[in-house]
């Protein structure tokens, strides 16, 4: 069994629906949607490219898929969970954009967000002491020999190799694809999420997500807001 801390809209967020709905699955109930046909891409082909997104469900990683370290139990993680977002303030970033990250698609933040990565290493470092440390077998997986110096220190270090100064917010909504369809399918998804983008965009909530085994797809486990800044400044 597996968890992972990710960044998602709230379950009844106007992006999570539309999200959902062109993934073909609700993370938070798990339901399966049906996909539909979309300015002119069909029903099947969106389908196949949104495999692998499908399975994680809409997010953007802060804490990557981890198990729990060694005498360390679900309540522990909820409680380090729980604790975290009672102590983290939300916040703005400027807005979203639909962009490519190396060879898929997904939404994006409009330029360069410092206050997103001090965000996600702030959460990696909390959440190391319920974190059990790779194997060998896992970093081998990662295939490091595609990956920097920096990064595969990241790898064996936080379980992850695009930590910290590599961190890079993303909501991913496509498979790798090749560049033609890359090319065919940016601009339909630019109209389906133009509702989305281009203006200030809140970082407001987190969720415990949970693969229940090696395969399984990852569903809400629970969502957690961020501590209201009233909240903050009261304490």
């Known amino acids: 069994m597996r968890y992972a801390v990710y960044f998602t809209p709230s379950e009844d967020d106007p ?33 196949r490219l949104t495999g692998e997104p499908r399975r994680y469900g809409f997010h953007a990683t802060i804490v990557a898929p981890f198990r729990l370290a060694d005498g360390v139990g679900l309540a522990e993680l909820e409680e380090s969970f729980d604790r975290f977002c009672a102590k983290t303030a939300p916040f703005f970033i400027g807005g979203l954009r639909i962009g ?32 059990a440390a790779l194997t060998e077998a896992e970093i081998a997986r990662r295939d490091p020999s595609k990956l920097t ?14 930590v910290m100064d590599e961190f890079r917010f993303h909501m991913t909504l496509s498979e790798r694809l090749p560049e033609e369809t890359l090319a065919r ?7 389906r999420f133009e509702a989305f983008t281009g203006r200030p965009f809140a970082i407001d909530g987190l969720a ?3 693969e229940r085994e090696p395969g399984a797809p990852f569903t809400v486990h629970s969502y957690r807001p961020l501590r209201p800044l009233e909240a903050r400044k009261s304490a």
Do not use: C
Request: charged content about 20%; hydrophobic content about 50%.
């Open 15 to 47: 992006l999570t629906k539309a999200a959902a709905n062109w993934l073909g699955r609700d993370a938070f109930s798990g339901e399966l949607l049906a996909a539909p046909s979309f300015d002119g891409l069909p029903a099947a082909e969106i389908s």
């Open 100 to 131: 490519q990250l190396g060879s898929f698609l997904a939404l994006l933040p409009m330029e360069t967000e410092y206050q997103l990565s001090a965000f996600a290493a702030d959460a990696v470092l909390h959440f190391a002491p319920v974190r």
């Open 149 to 162: 110096t920096r990064q595969t220190a990241y790898l064996r270090r936080h379980g992850y190799p695009f």
């Open 185 to 191: 399918v940016k601009p339909a998804l630019e109209r």
């Open 208 to 210: 415990l997500f949970i």
